[in-house]
């Protein structure tokens, strides 16, 4: 039943009723009211005499045990809170940790704005040589690739016919090297594990079956990684385990 902000030590100690006035509050009475209260209702908190060793002052009489006087009140219906001068230190902390927290935020906010102006005094710039807006450094981030390699099944592209299908670990190299002896304006590639190219490029070859694309040496369709036959029979065995 103990208050989390009382800590076990304080919990566990004894205490005169003035001392426990500063540590907390029983709803809206001091500690020392609610003890009175108890005496005079004849159901008083159980306390001690202190002996002289024990460091307390010599005017003291009564010392309680700080669990049981916040045991009495919860079990009675009221709630132990901390004093008022404590939860204005509280409030003051969190005030702090807010204003931290904003200067954090403003701070974002003015180097936000220092990129914006930037990108916008570079925008007029472009827009003069007839170029499009520049991206911002957000935009280039929130489109960020992690770095790998580029591993994957690629797509040259001629107007709007695939042309040729190919695989490979780093697709931009590859792709290059096909500019001196394939006639094609634009490509795109599909991102896949080095484990699964050989599938997925046989798979779009014998599904487009693009111009470009060497044949088997015995007329037996276009030349892949993986022919037909088997990949149809690769199929099948996933449809029977299933």
């Known amino acids: 039943m103990r208050p989390s902000f009382i800590p076990i030590d304080v ?19 001091k500690v020392t009211s609610f003890i009175q209260k108890c005496e005079c209702l ?12 024990e460091g307390f002052h010599f005017s003291v009489t009564r010392v309680y045990r700080c669990s ?11 709630e132990v809170l901390p004093t008022r001068v404590e939860e204005l230190k509280r409030s003051e902390e969190e005030l702090q940790r807010d204003v931290e927290l904003l200067r954090k935020e403003l701070s974002v906010l003015q180097n936000e704005r220092e ?8 925008d007029s710039i472009m827009s003069d040589l007839g170029l499009k807006s520049l991206y911002t450094e957000r935009e280039i981030v929130n489109s960020k690739r992690t770095y790998g390699g580029s591993s994957g099944v690629y797509f040259l592209i001629k107007g709007i016919k695939v042309i040729y299908v190919g695989q490979s670990v780093n697709v931009f190299a590859r792709i290059s090297s096909h500019v001196q002896y394939k006639d094609f304006d ?4 599909v991102s896949c594990s080095r484990d ?13 079956s693009p111009p470009l694309q060497g044949k088997n040496s015995n007329g037996g369709g276009f030349s892949a990684p993986i ?11 996933c449809l029977d385990i299933d």
């Open 11 to 29: 919990y566990d100690s004894e205490f005169t009723r003035s001392q426990m006035d500063k540590m907390f509050r029983v709803s809206n009475m």
């Open 42 to 53: 004849e159901n008083p908190i159980s306390h001690r005499q202190p002996k002289r060793y």
């Open 68 to 78: 049981e006087v916040i045991d009495r009140a919860l079990l009675d219906g009221y």
């Open 115 to 122: 990129d914006f102006k930037r990108t916008l005094r570079f």
């Open 186 to 189: 634009s490509y795109a590639y």
């Open 196 to 208: 699964k190219l050989d599938i997925l490029e046989s798979l779009y070859i014998h599904t487009l």
């Open 227 to 237: 022919n037909l036959s088997r990949l149809l029979n690769m199929g099948k065995k």
